[in-house]
């Protein structure tokens, strides 16, 4: 959203070479577009990476750029948490704005979102919710990481469900996005290099109901929380819920949603194949 509220503004392209706005990344990296759509050819974290030790923008980004692809941007579709953080981190390089700052200036206080942040493990919160695990089948408090590495741009965002309905509505206007063909550039699917399609578009995954609705999704999962939104595009419906146990099958419980609402709004079974 914040990216392509940018590119709105014309501060971002699409489709520019990533070193357009970094001069020194590796000549394999492509464009901003493949960031957005998980084509980048990007890892998740390392396993070997340290979530107990802090580090800034600038050690994760060089941490990035030492990261060998895993294919050539464009040929595949692979989730990936990097993707993400780079694309935080161009935020920042554009505006000369934390993205957290500029989510709050240009999307949370636009709203009065009064609950929406960056996590912060400092600030104190009126109700703050607790995630849980279960380990050896033992209910623990979520694992402890350190502060910096909630303040990415692949995650970690407090808000509490009434903000989360804002912002949804919101979607269905103009008051963040200005015009049709930036919803169309977000949620129509992948084209890759062999000019086949695959079901995702900037973040969404793409689905549809057993009747023909279409159909966004996201799924995210941190420090013991899951939450999913689904929406309906052509119905203006939307189920969101968030879990404080990082066991909770979010997906099939927004299914069972749509179903008690209406029966012929069953999703699809997920088709991760491309077209």
Known sequence: MAVMMLVEDGKIQLDATIDTYFADVPNEWKNVRHLLTHTSGMTNYPQDFNFRTDCTEDDMYMLIKTIPLTFQPGEQWAYNNLGYVMLGILIHRVTNQFYGDFLKQYVFNPLNMTTARVISEADIILNRAAGYVLVNNELQNQAWIAPSLNTFADGALYLNIYDMAKWDAALYGDKLLKHQASFDEMWNPIQ????????????????????????????????????????????????????????????????????????????????????
Request: proline letters at 4%; aromatic letters at 10%.
């Open 192 to 275: 890759l290099t062999n000019n086949k399609t695959y079901p995702y578009g900037f973040g969404w995954r793409l689905s549809e109901t057993i009747n023909g609705m279409r159909i966004i999704q996201h799924v995210g999962s941190w420090q013991g929380f899951r939450s999913i939104i689904i929406r309906l595009l052509d119905a203006q419906l939307s189920v969101v819920l968030f879990s404080n146990f990082d066991q909770t099958d979010v997906e099939e419980l927004a299914s069972h949603v749509l179903k008690i609402w209406n029966p012929e709004l069953i999703v699809k079974p997920k088709e991760d194949k491309i077209q």
